[in-house]
Nanobody, 117 residues
């Protein structure tokens, strides 16, 4: 059974880069046709899809965040990592990694990230 766990700093200063890693267990991130997404939820708002990296290493990002987002992977560690640059306090929220794209079927527990000086 696939499980995901987010990790990374809970506090980031404005203008810095937010970096979070998702560790996957119970399955390989290179399994054919699997997509691995990052999703966030600002306080009091709905879920926002950030982007994904797929089984081949190809990526896709939300148009509104594309210029500041990159997702990479380390297949030896079965991890994928989100980098979001030039963050503002509006980037504060709970960040989730998930398996899947349009309808993720497995989610990590989420990690709170606060952007503040």
């Amino acid at each position: 059974q696939v499980q995901l766990q987010e990790s990374g700093p809970g506090l980031v200063k404005p203008s810095q880069t937010l970096s979070l890693t998702c560790t996957v267990s119970g399955g390989s991130i290179t399994t054919n046709y699997y997509y691995w997404s990052w999703i966030r939820q600002p306080p009091g708002k709905g879920l926002e899809w950030i982007g994904y990296i797929d089984y081949s290493g190809s990526t896709s990002y939300s148009p509104s965040l594309k210029s500041r987002t990159s997702i990479s992977r380390d297949t030896s560690k079965n991890q994928f990592t989100l980098h979001l640059s030039s963050v503002t306090p509006e980037a504060t929220g709970v960040y989730y990694c998930a398996k899947g794209y349009q309808l993720p079927d497995v989610w990590g527990p989420g990690t709170q990230v606060t952007v503040s000086s």
